[in-house]
Nanobody
Framework: QVQVVESGGGLVQAGGSLRLSCVAS????????MGWYRQAPGKQRELVAR???????NYADSVKGRFTFSRGSAKNTVWLLMDSLKPEDTAVYYC?????????????????WGQGTQVTVAS
């Protein structure tokens, strides 16, 4: 079992900042990628930022220059620092982990999701 837990959401005024945290734990053989996605009411879930196994971080155009993705030395913890927040950033933010669990003899990768954390930006 792999668990993904996010924290750090909340209510902030436009122009403010928040930092989200995500920790992956459990029976993990390897983590190939970790990222943040968000889903606003009535919209599809979209990529915000994602770090792949080759060390490249991809950002959505809408957050470039405002959001910063970082990872801890243990590699199972990531953060999303969100600056200059806008009302359109309001959404539930989800952490995604692409990982290979222990016990899978084929070393297959699975996607694991956290429960989500609400970010609300007031105008």
């Amino acid at each position: 079992q792999v668990q993904v837990v996010e924290s750090g959401g909340g209510l902030v005024q436009a122009g403010g900042s928040l930092r989200l945290s995500c920790v992956a734990s459990g029976s993990i053989f390897a983590i190939n990628a970790m990222g943040w996605y968000r889903q606003a009411p009535g919209k599809q879930r979209e990529l915000v930022a994602r770090l792949t196994s080759d060390g490249i971080t991809n950002y959505a155009d809408s957050v470039k220059g405002r959001f910063t993705f970082s990872r801890g030395s243990a590699k199972n913890t990531v953060w999303l620092l969100m600056d200059s927040l806008k009302p359109e950033d309001t959404a539930v933010y989800y952490c995604n982990v692409a990982a290979v669990p222990h016990g899978d003899s084929y070393r297959r990768e699975y996607n694991y999701w956290g429960q989500g954390t609400q970010v609300t930006v007031a105008s």
